[in-house]
């Protein structure tokens, strides 16, 4: 177990300054959610009415589109590692070479409490008012790594199977998907009726719901046994073990 945690956080280094040096994947990781931020409430937030203010609204959703980016180029990452002959190169050494892709998760996970920041802080100066306290905050976070976890796995899938960077950065349209069709930025029963129920019925709008009333402080609705944050939890915890155990079977099928 020992040289296991050694070889994941030697990848995990690895992994981050891999990341380090690809400026412009770190510009578009940390801006481009926050043009997405600027855009959705200072042109469209006046004409969405929900009740509420929009940058409250809308804060959760955007920080989970940032997520995505960030796992779509961790899809990138592990098919640059697959084609270039670095996993058979670690194969060759005393090293689980499996672990790499253990790596670039947790790289990612590193990457995203950033990119998390990052949103967090320019919508405070927006306007957006949390009333979360230190527990709720830290469930938020912890809620929000879950959904990063799941869909950073499946990338790191994505980028086992696939065999050019084209394919895996085709992922990225996914990522970018599921958002959009979701509770992100106006509320699901807005849709048309034939696109409301895949809203209702897919992972990111319970994440949604629950990351948005941790920050609202409403304990209520996150404490219901069967309610939204027990649904958000299954939802990732089984795609996050689906995807992996795929991950990991897909990578040691690979040669």
């Not at 020992?2 to 380090?20: E, H, I, P, Q, W």
């Not at 790594?145 to 086992?160: M, Q, S, Y």
Request: charged content about 10%.
């Amino acid at each position: 177990m020992t040289y296991l945690l050694r070889d994941v956080s030697t990848m995990t280094v690895r992994g981050l300054r891999l990341v380090s040096r690809d400026v412009d994947a770190i510009i578009t990781a940390v801006l481009l959610p926050v043009i997405i931020l600027l855009m959705f409430v200072l042109v469209f937030g006046g004409a969405v009415d929900i009740g509420t203010d929009y940058i409250n609204y809308v804060t959760p959703g955007v920080i989970l589109l940032a997520a995505g980016f960030g796992a779509a180029n961790t899809a990138l990452a592990v098919e640059r590692d697959m084609s270039s002959g670095m996993v058979e190169r670690l194969r060759s050494m005393p090293v689980t070479a499996w672990t790499v892709l253990s790596g670039h998760v947790a790289a990612s996970l590193v990457k995203n409490l950033v990119t998390t920041a990052v949103v967090f802080g320019v919508s405070i100066l927006m306007g957006f008012r949390p009333e979360a306290t230190p527990l709720e905050w830290l469930a938020a976070v912890g809620m929000i790594l879950l959904f990063v976890g799941w869909i950073t796995w499946l990338a790191a899938l994505v980028g086992v199977l696939v065999r050019s960077p084209d394919a895996a950065g085709g992922f990225s349209f996914f990522v970018m998907f599921l958002p959009y069709v979701s509770s992100a930025f106006v509320p699901v029963d807005t849709l048309p009726s034939w696109l409301r129920g895949f809203a209702e019925h897919q992972p990111v709008t319970p994440v949604i719901e629950t990351v948005r009333s941790l920050l609202a402080g409403d304990v209520a609705t996150v404490a219901d046994p069967g309610g939204v944050a027990a649904l958000a939890i299954i939802w990732c915890l089984g795609l996050g073990l689906l995807f992996a155990v795929s991950a990991g079977l897909a990578f040691r099928a690979r040669r």
